[in-house]
């Protein structure tokens, strides 16, 4: 049974011992402190402030800790501090111990904190023997220090003059610590005393995207210049645990990639497991304590990022729970929808079609970049998104982008940090949506604790998603399944073509994707991109919410620019793109003024053939009346009697009466003739038509009746008298 002292006296004895023993005298005033009832949260705290602290090792330890008759007690604890200065005295009352009780990360001796190391030191460069040795010329080098020459710091009972100074960082970045490096890289790292190594952190490279636990600095810079990624440094194998709980409990979508020194495997799995990360295990044939550094300086930074492309994705937990028995709790007030572009578009897979020639991706390129928050007014989000999009025309988009550039102003900077251009290859489904879990950790933005996922465009669908048949149902449905499976979550458009291309605005309803109707079924959304005359609409098919606009008005514009081609001529290079917005019209407006355009133009050409009709008869000499227009023309007769009663009206007929004397047929009272312009402007203002067109045609009047001769006459008499 353990004999339980006073725990303040039991600390104040502990802390008097220096953390920094042998293992053999660390295990034994460890021992003593648990026979005397010591806690092991203090027996840990006080161990890791040696530079060799092991979290996993420091508890298993400590659990082997028994009270054995004749064993380790109590007494043990309180001489090996007496022997390092600790005076017996009542608990509380000021003491002399041999070092200073340190602080909850370690609170150094005065002159040897990390900032004041840091301050000495001189900056680092390439030529340092340790940088140089592993092959890192290039690695940033603005964090980094040189011990100099005239420092007299020591460690452990050596001199770190010339030492690498490697700054350890707290999670709210703040330097806490530092580790020292050996020029020659052959001798022992050692870490600055009194301040913990606990949770601290060295990153290389961008403070975003996927993230690869090291446990040394060499790593870390190895992976780096493999894959241009995060590499974060964890100051050794007993840190990575803490480091890769606390960015998980930072960011629980974070993509972290375990990166192991050989012989570490079955631990980095167990790490894994519990955080949800990736690990990468290191080639077979290579001997313990080897790590990836070493592989890129024996077979070449591209062997190792073909590893880092690869590693042992995390298991999915498992479930007891049947899946159709996850029951969703219901709140009682609605949500809003979660927008892509607001009011408009929204999360999940949207099929957008339109017809061959209509100008997709200038209409759709510069849309994902107001998803981006690059440019827009009432469809701008209230926060940016990354948007990935893959095009099967690399020019045509930087063409489109030079133009935007050009003239909304827009920074490129903030164009290649936002929008992110990747040529498409036709891949089977699945193999695309493996893509997605790259996207989700290298793009994914966590703003308000609320995930801004990236935007994923494949423009187009046939020229990224190999499909047999894209009629075939079952293939459509395994294609969608996969998307929404790999991408998981992530907002998705699907650029394609249009079944019927010459369905007009008005008839939405009739609009439809080219293929299975399973693409549309399986969607969360379907949008049409149609042009009437000079205008192109983004129209609304299917949706699951309720949205603010049912139509976006699509504004184009060009511009030109002048560049040399490949051979140095310079060419003309014209740019084209399209800005959507909300339609000034709605369409109900737009429907009733094509309908009443339509009616005005059948109206235009029914004058127009009656008038046609009319003078090509009367240039015949057949002039036609009423009766002859109406059985000419091929329109319904109320029609065609009201257009020649509005012609008569207007002027632009002229019925011209034939005198019953001269009428061939009763009924033919009167033909019609038509007015040219300048005989229509004579006539309203007063004058008479030319007597030509008045003339009555042969053809309208009866046939004169020859004179008949007089048989009976006698011949004269001269004539008789001639004979």
Partial sequence: MINAHNPDRLRDALHAIPPDLSREMWVKAGMAFHAGGGSFEDF???????????????????RSFKILPGGVGVATLFGMARDYGWVEGNVGHQRQPAIPRPEPLGKPMPGISAVEVWDRCEAATNAHGYIAAKGAAGVPLNTLRVVPASETLRISGQSVAGFLMVPAFAPDGEMQSAQFIPPDGVGKKVNLPGATMKGATFTVGPNVGPAHLCEGIGAAWAVWQATGHRAVCCFGWGNVRRVAEAMREQDPNARLVLVPDMGKEQEAQKIAADVGAAVVVMPDGWSPNSDVADLARAEGGDAL???LENPIEPPKPVSNVHQLANFVDIEGRPKPPRWVIPGFIGHGVTVISGAHGVGKTTALLPLAMTAAGLHGDELLPCHWRHVVYITEDVEQVRRILAGIVGDLNISLDLIRERLHIVE????????????????????????????V???VVLDTKSAVLALENENDNSEASYMMSALKQGFDGLPVWLIGHVAKPNVGRAEVA????????AIEGDANQTIFLVQEGERRYLLLGKTRFEPRWRELEITSFTSQTTEPDEFGNWEIVEMRWGIAAPAERSRKAATEQATEQRRKDDEARLRQDIRDAVDEAWLLGHPLNRAGIKSKIRRKKSEVVAMIENLLSERWLYEVDVPAKFR??????????????????????GSALPDSKLVIPDSW????????????????????EEA
């Fill in 305 to 307: 990022a073909l590893l």
């Fill in 701 to 720: 009047k009866k046939q004169a009746i020859p004179p008949v001769p007089d048989v009976d006459a006698q011949p004269s008499d001269s004539a008789g």
């Fill in 424 to 451: 498409a290859v036709r891949l089977d489904p699945t193999r695309v949506a493996a893509v997605g879990t790259t996207y989700r950790a290298q793009f994914n933005r966590t703003v308000q604790g609320v995930d």
């Fill in 510 to 517: 009739a609009l439809s994707s080219r293929g299975a109707s």
């Fill in 44 to 62: 840990n705290h006080w161990s890791s402030l040696c530079n060799n602290y092991n979290a996993q090792d420091c508890q298993s330890t400590f």
């Fill in 453 to 455: 996922l990236p935007l």
């Fill in 664 to 685: 061939a047929v009763n009924s033919k009272k009167a033909f019609l003739v038509n007015l040219t312009t300048e005989e229509h402007e004579a006539v309203l203002a």
